[in-house]
Nanobody, 125 residues
């Protein structure tokens, strides 16, 4: 099974940028659907972006054009570059993996079997 560790969160002002990392170990992450999710206080996990085994990428409408998901197979690390951050982006951000061979990566957090510990992103106005 793959293990995941997120890093790169922090506090920024609105309009700023952060780059989140998700280091994978145990298995190559390109054997998995990989997703980024976020959870704000009092809210459920929200799907943000995903990348499948072939490198196909999808984004939620709320972050499309501002966030970029990518994968470095040599480093076995998933990234999410975030720019033009807004206060409503404030949340705990998680990466998640699932090895089941879906035709497309799922957007429901409950479908993912493996999760990292999360990294906090706080955006002030």
């Amino acid at each position: 099974q793959v293990q995941l560790v997120e890093s790169g969160g922090g506090s920024v002002q609105a309009g700023g940028s952060l780059r989140l990392s998700c280091a994978a170990s145990g298995n190559p992450l390109n054997n998995y659907c990989m997703g980024w999710f976020r959870k704000a206080p009092g809210k459920d996990h929200e799907w943000v972006a995903s990348i499948d085994r072939a490198g196909n990428i999808n984004y939620s409408n709320s972050v499309k054009g501002r966030f970029t998901i990518s994968r470095d197979n040599a480093e076995n690390t998933l990234y999410m570059q975030m720019y033009s951050l807004k206060p409503e982006d404030t949340a705990m951000y998680y990466c998640a993996a699932d090895g089941r061979r879906w035709s497309a990566c799922q957007q429901d957090s409950a479908e993912y079997r493996t999760w990292g510990q999360g990294t906090q992103v706080t955006v002030s106005s």
